[in-house]
Nanobody
Framework: QVKLVESGGGLVQAGGSLRLSCAASGTIFSINTMGWYRQAPGKQRDLVATITSGGNTNYADSVKGRFTISRDNAKNTVYLQMNSLKPEDTAVYYC???????????????WGQGNQVTVSS
């Protein structure tokens, strides 16, 4: 069984910073891409940023230059440093890991429980 446990959300004023963490645990053979997605009320879940096992990153245009994704492969953990936060960044943030539980199985997407980030104006 695989679990993704998130931490670090909360309430912050516009212009402030938050750091999200997400640790994957359980039966894990390998992790390919890890990432962060967010869902605002009444909207679909959108990509925020992803990072491959080799460190290649991809960001949504709306967060480029403000957010930084990183990962610690030894700890199966992904981070999201969020700076210069805006009210429109308010959402539930979900971490994602595309991983194999054993070498003969296909990769599968796992999700964290979601973490509320609220940015006040």
């Amino acid at each position: 069984q695989v679990k993704l446990v998130e931490s670090g959300g909360g309430l912050v004023q516009a212009g402030g910073s938050l750091r999200l963490s997400c640790a994957a645990s359980g039966t894990i053979f390998s992790i390919n891409t890890m990432g962060w997605y967010r869902q605002a009320p009444g909207k679909q879940r959108d990509l925020v940023a992803t990072i491959t096992s080799g460190g290649n990153t991809n960001y949504a245009d709306s967060v480029k230059g403000r957010f930084t994704i990183s990962r610690d492969n030894a700890k199966n953990t992904v981070y999201l440093q969020m700076n210069s936060l805006k009210p429109e960044d308010t959402a539930v943030y979900y971490c994602n890991a595309n991983l194999k539980t054993t070498w003969w199985r296909n990769e599968y997407d796992y999700w964290g429980q979601g973490n509320q980030v609220t940015v006040s104006s």
